[in-house]
């Protein structure tokens, strides 16, 4: 009952219109012909971060000067947004990270081999661990039992 639902849905003429609907969505999308921008200017966005902190503008904390176009997704590119690292390349960044975690767990694992022993051996309980001599019953046998841990 239920494949012949699915079967018959697949084959209607309304799924099938739907899918090439998206399609044609996803296909006819481009930059220059965004439909919200209307005769907005398609400026590149540049971050502010990487402008020059030196130069005199109008809005010094944003680093804009008046009457300057905005990108459409300036809120993406200005002084609030994520920070730029642009020390290293990625690679290089990578590199590091993985030298770190290898120092690390490697430094760890020696590590290992200079625990000292313990000092004294597990406590050894009497009569099962005691659980009868600490109030327990044979079904609290398990809750009420010393543990040598």
């Known amino acids: 009952m239920l ?3 699915a079967v018959t849905m697949l084959r209607s003429p309304v799924a ?10 996803r296909a006819s999308f481009d930059k220059a012909e965004e439909p919200m921008l209307g005769d907005y200017p398609d400026i590149d966005p540049f971050p502010a971060q990487l402008k020059n902190p030196y130069k005199k503008y109008d809005d010094q904390q ?6 300057e176009p905005l990108s459409v997704n300036d ?3 200005d002084m609030w947004s994520p920070d730029r690292f642009t ?5 290089d960044a990578l590199k590091y990270f993985i030298g770190f975690l290898t120092l690390f ?7 290992t081999y200079f625990v000292p022993e313990k000092a004294a051996i597990p406590r050894e309980f009497p009569y099962e661990g005691l659980w009868k001599e600490s109030g327990g019953t044979e079904k609290s046998k398990d809750v009420f039992a010393q543990r040598s841990e």
């Open 3 to 5: 494949s012949r639902r």
């Open 75 to 77: 809120d993406l590119y």
């Open 16 to 25: 099938r219109v739907a899918q090439v609907q998206v399609r044609g969505v």
């Open 105 to 111: 767990f490697g430094g760890s694992y020696v590590a």
């Open 62 to 67: 944003d680093r804009r000067n008046l009457n």
């Open 87 to 91: 020390h290293f390349k990625n690679q």
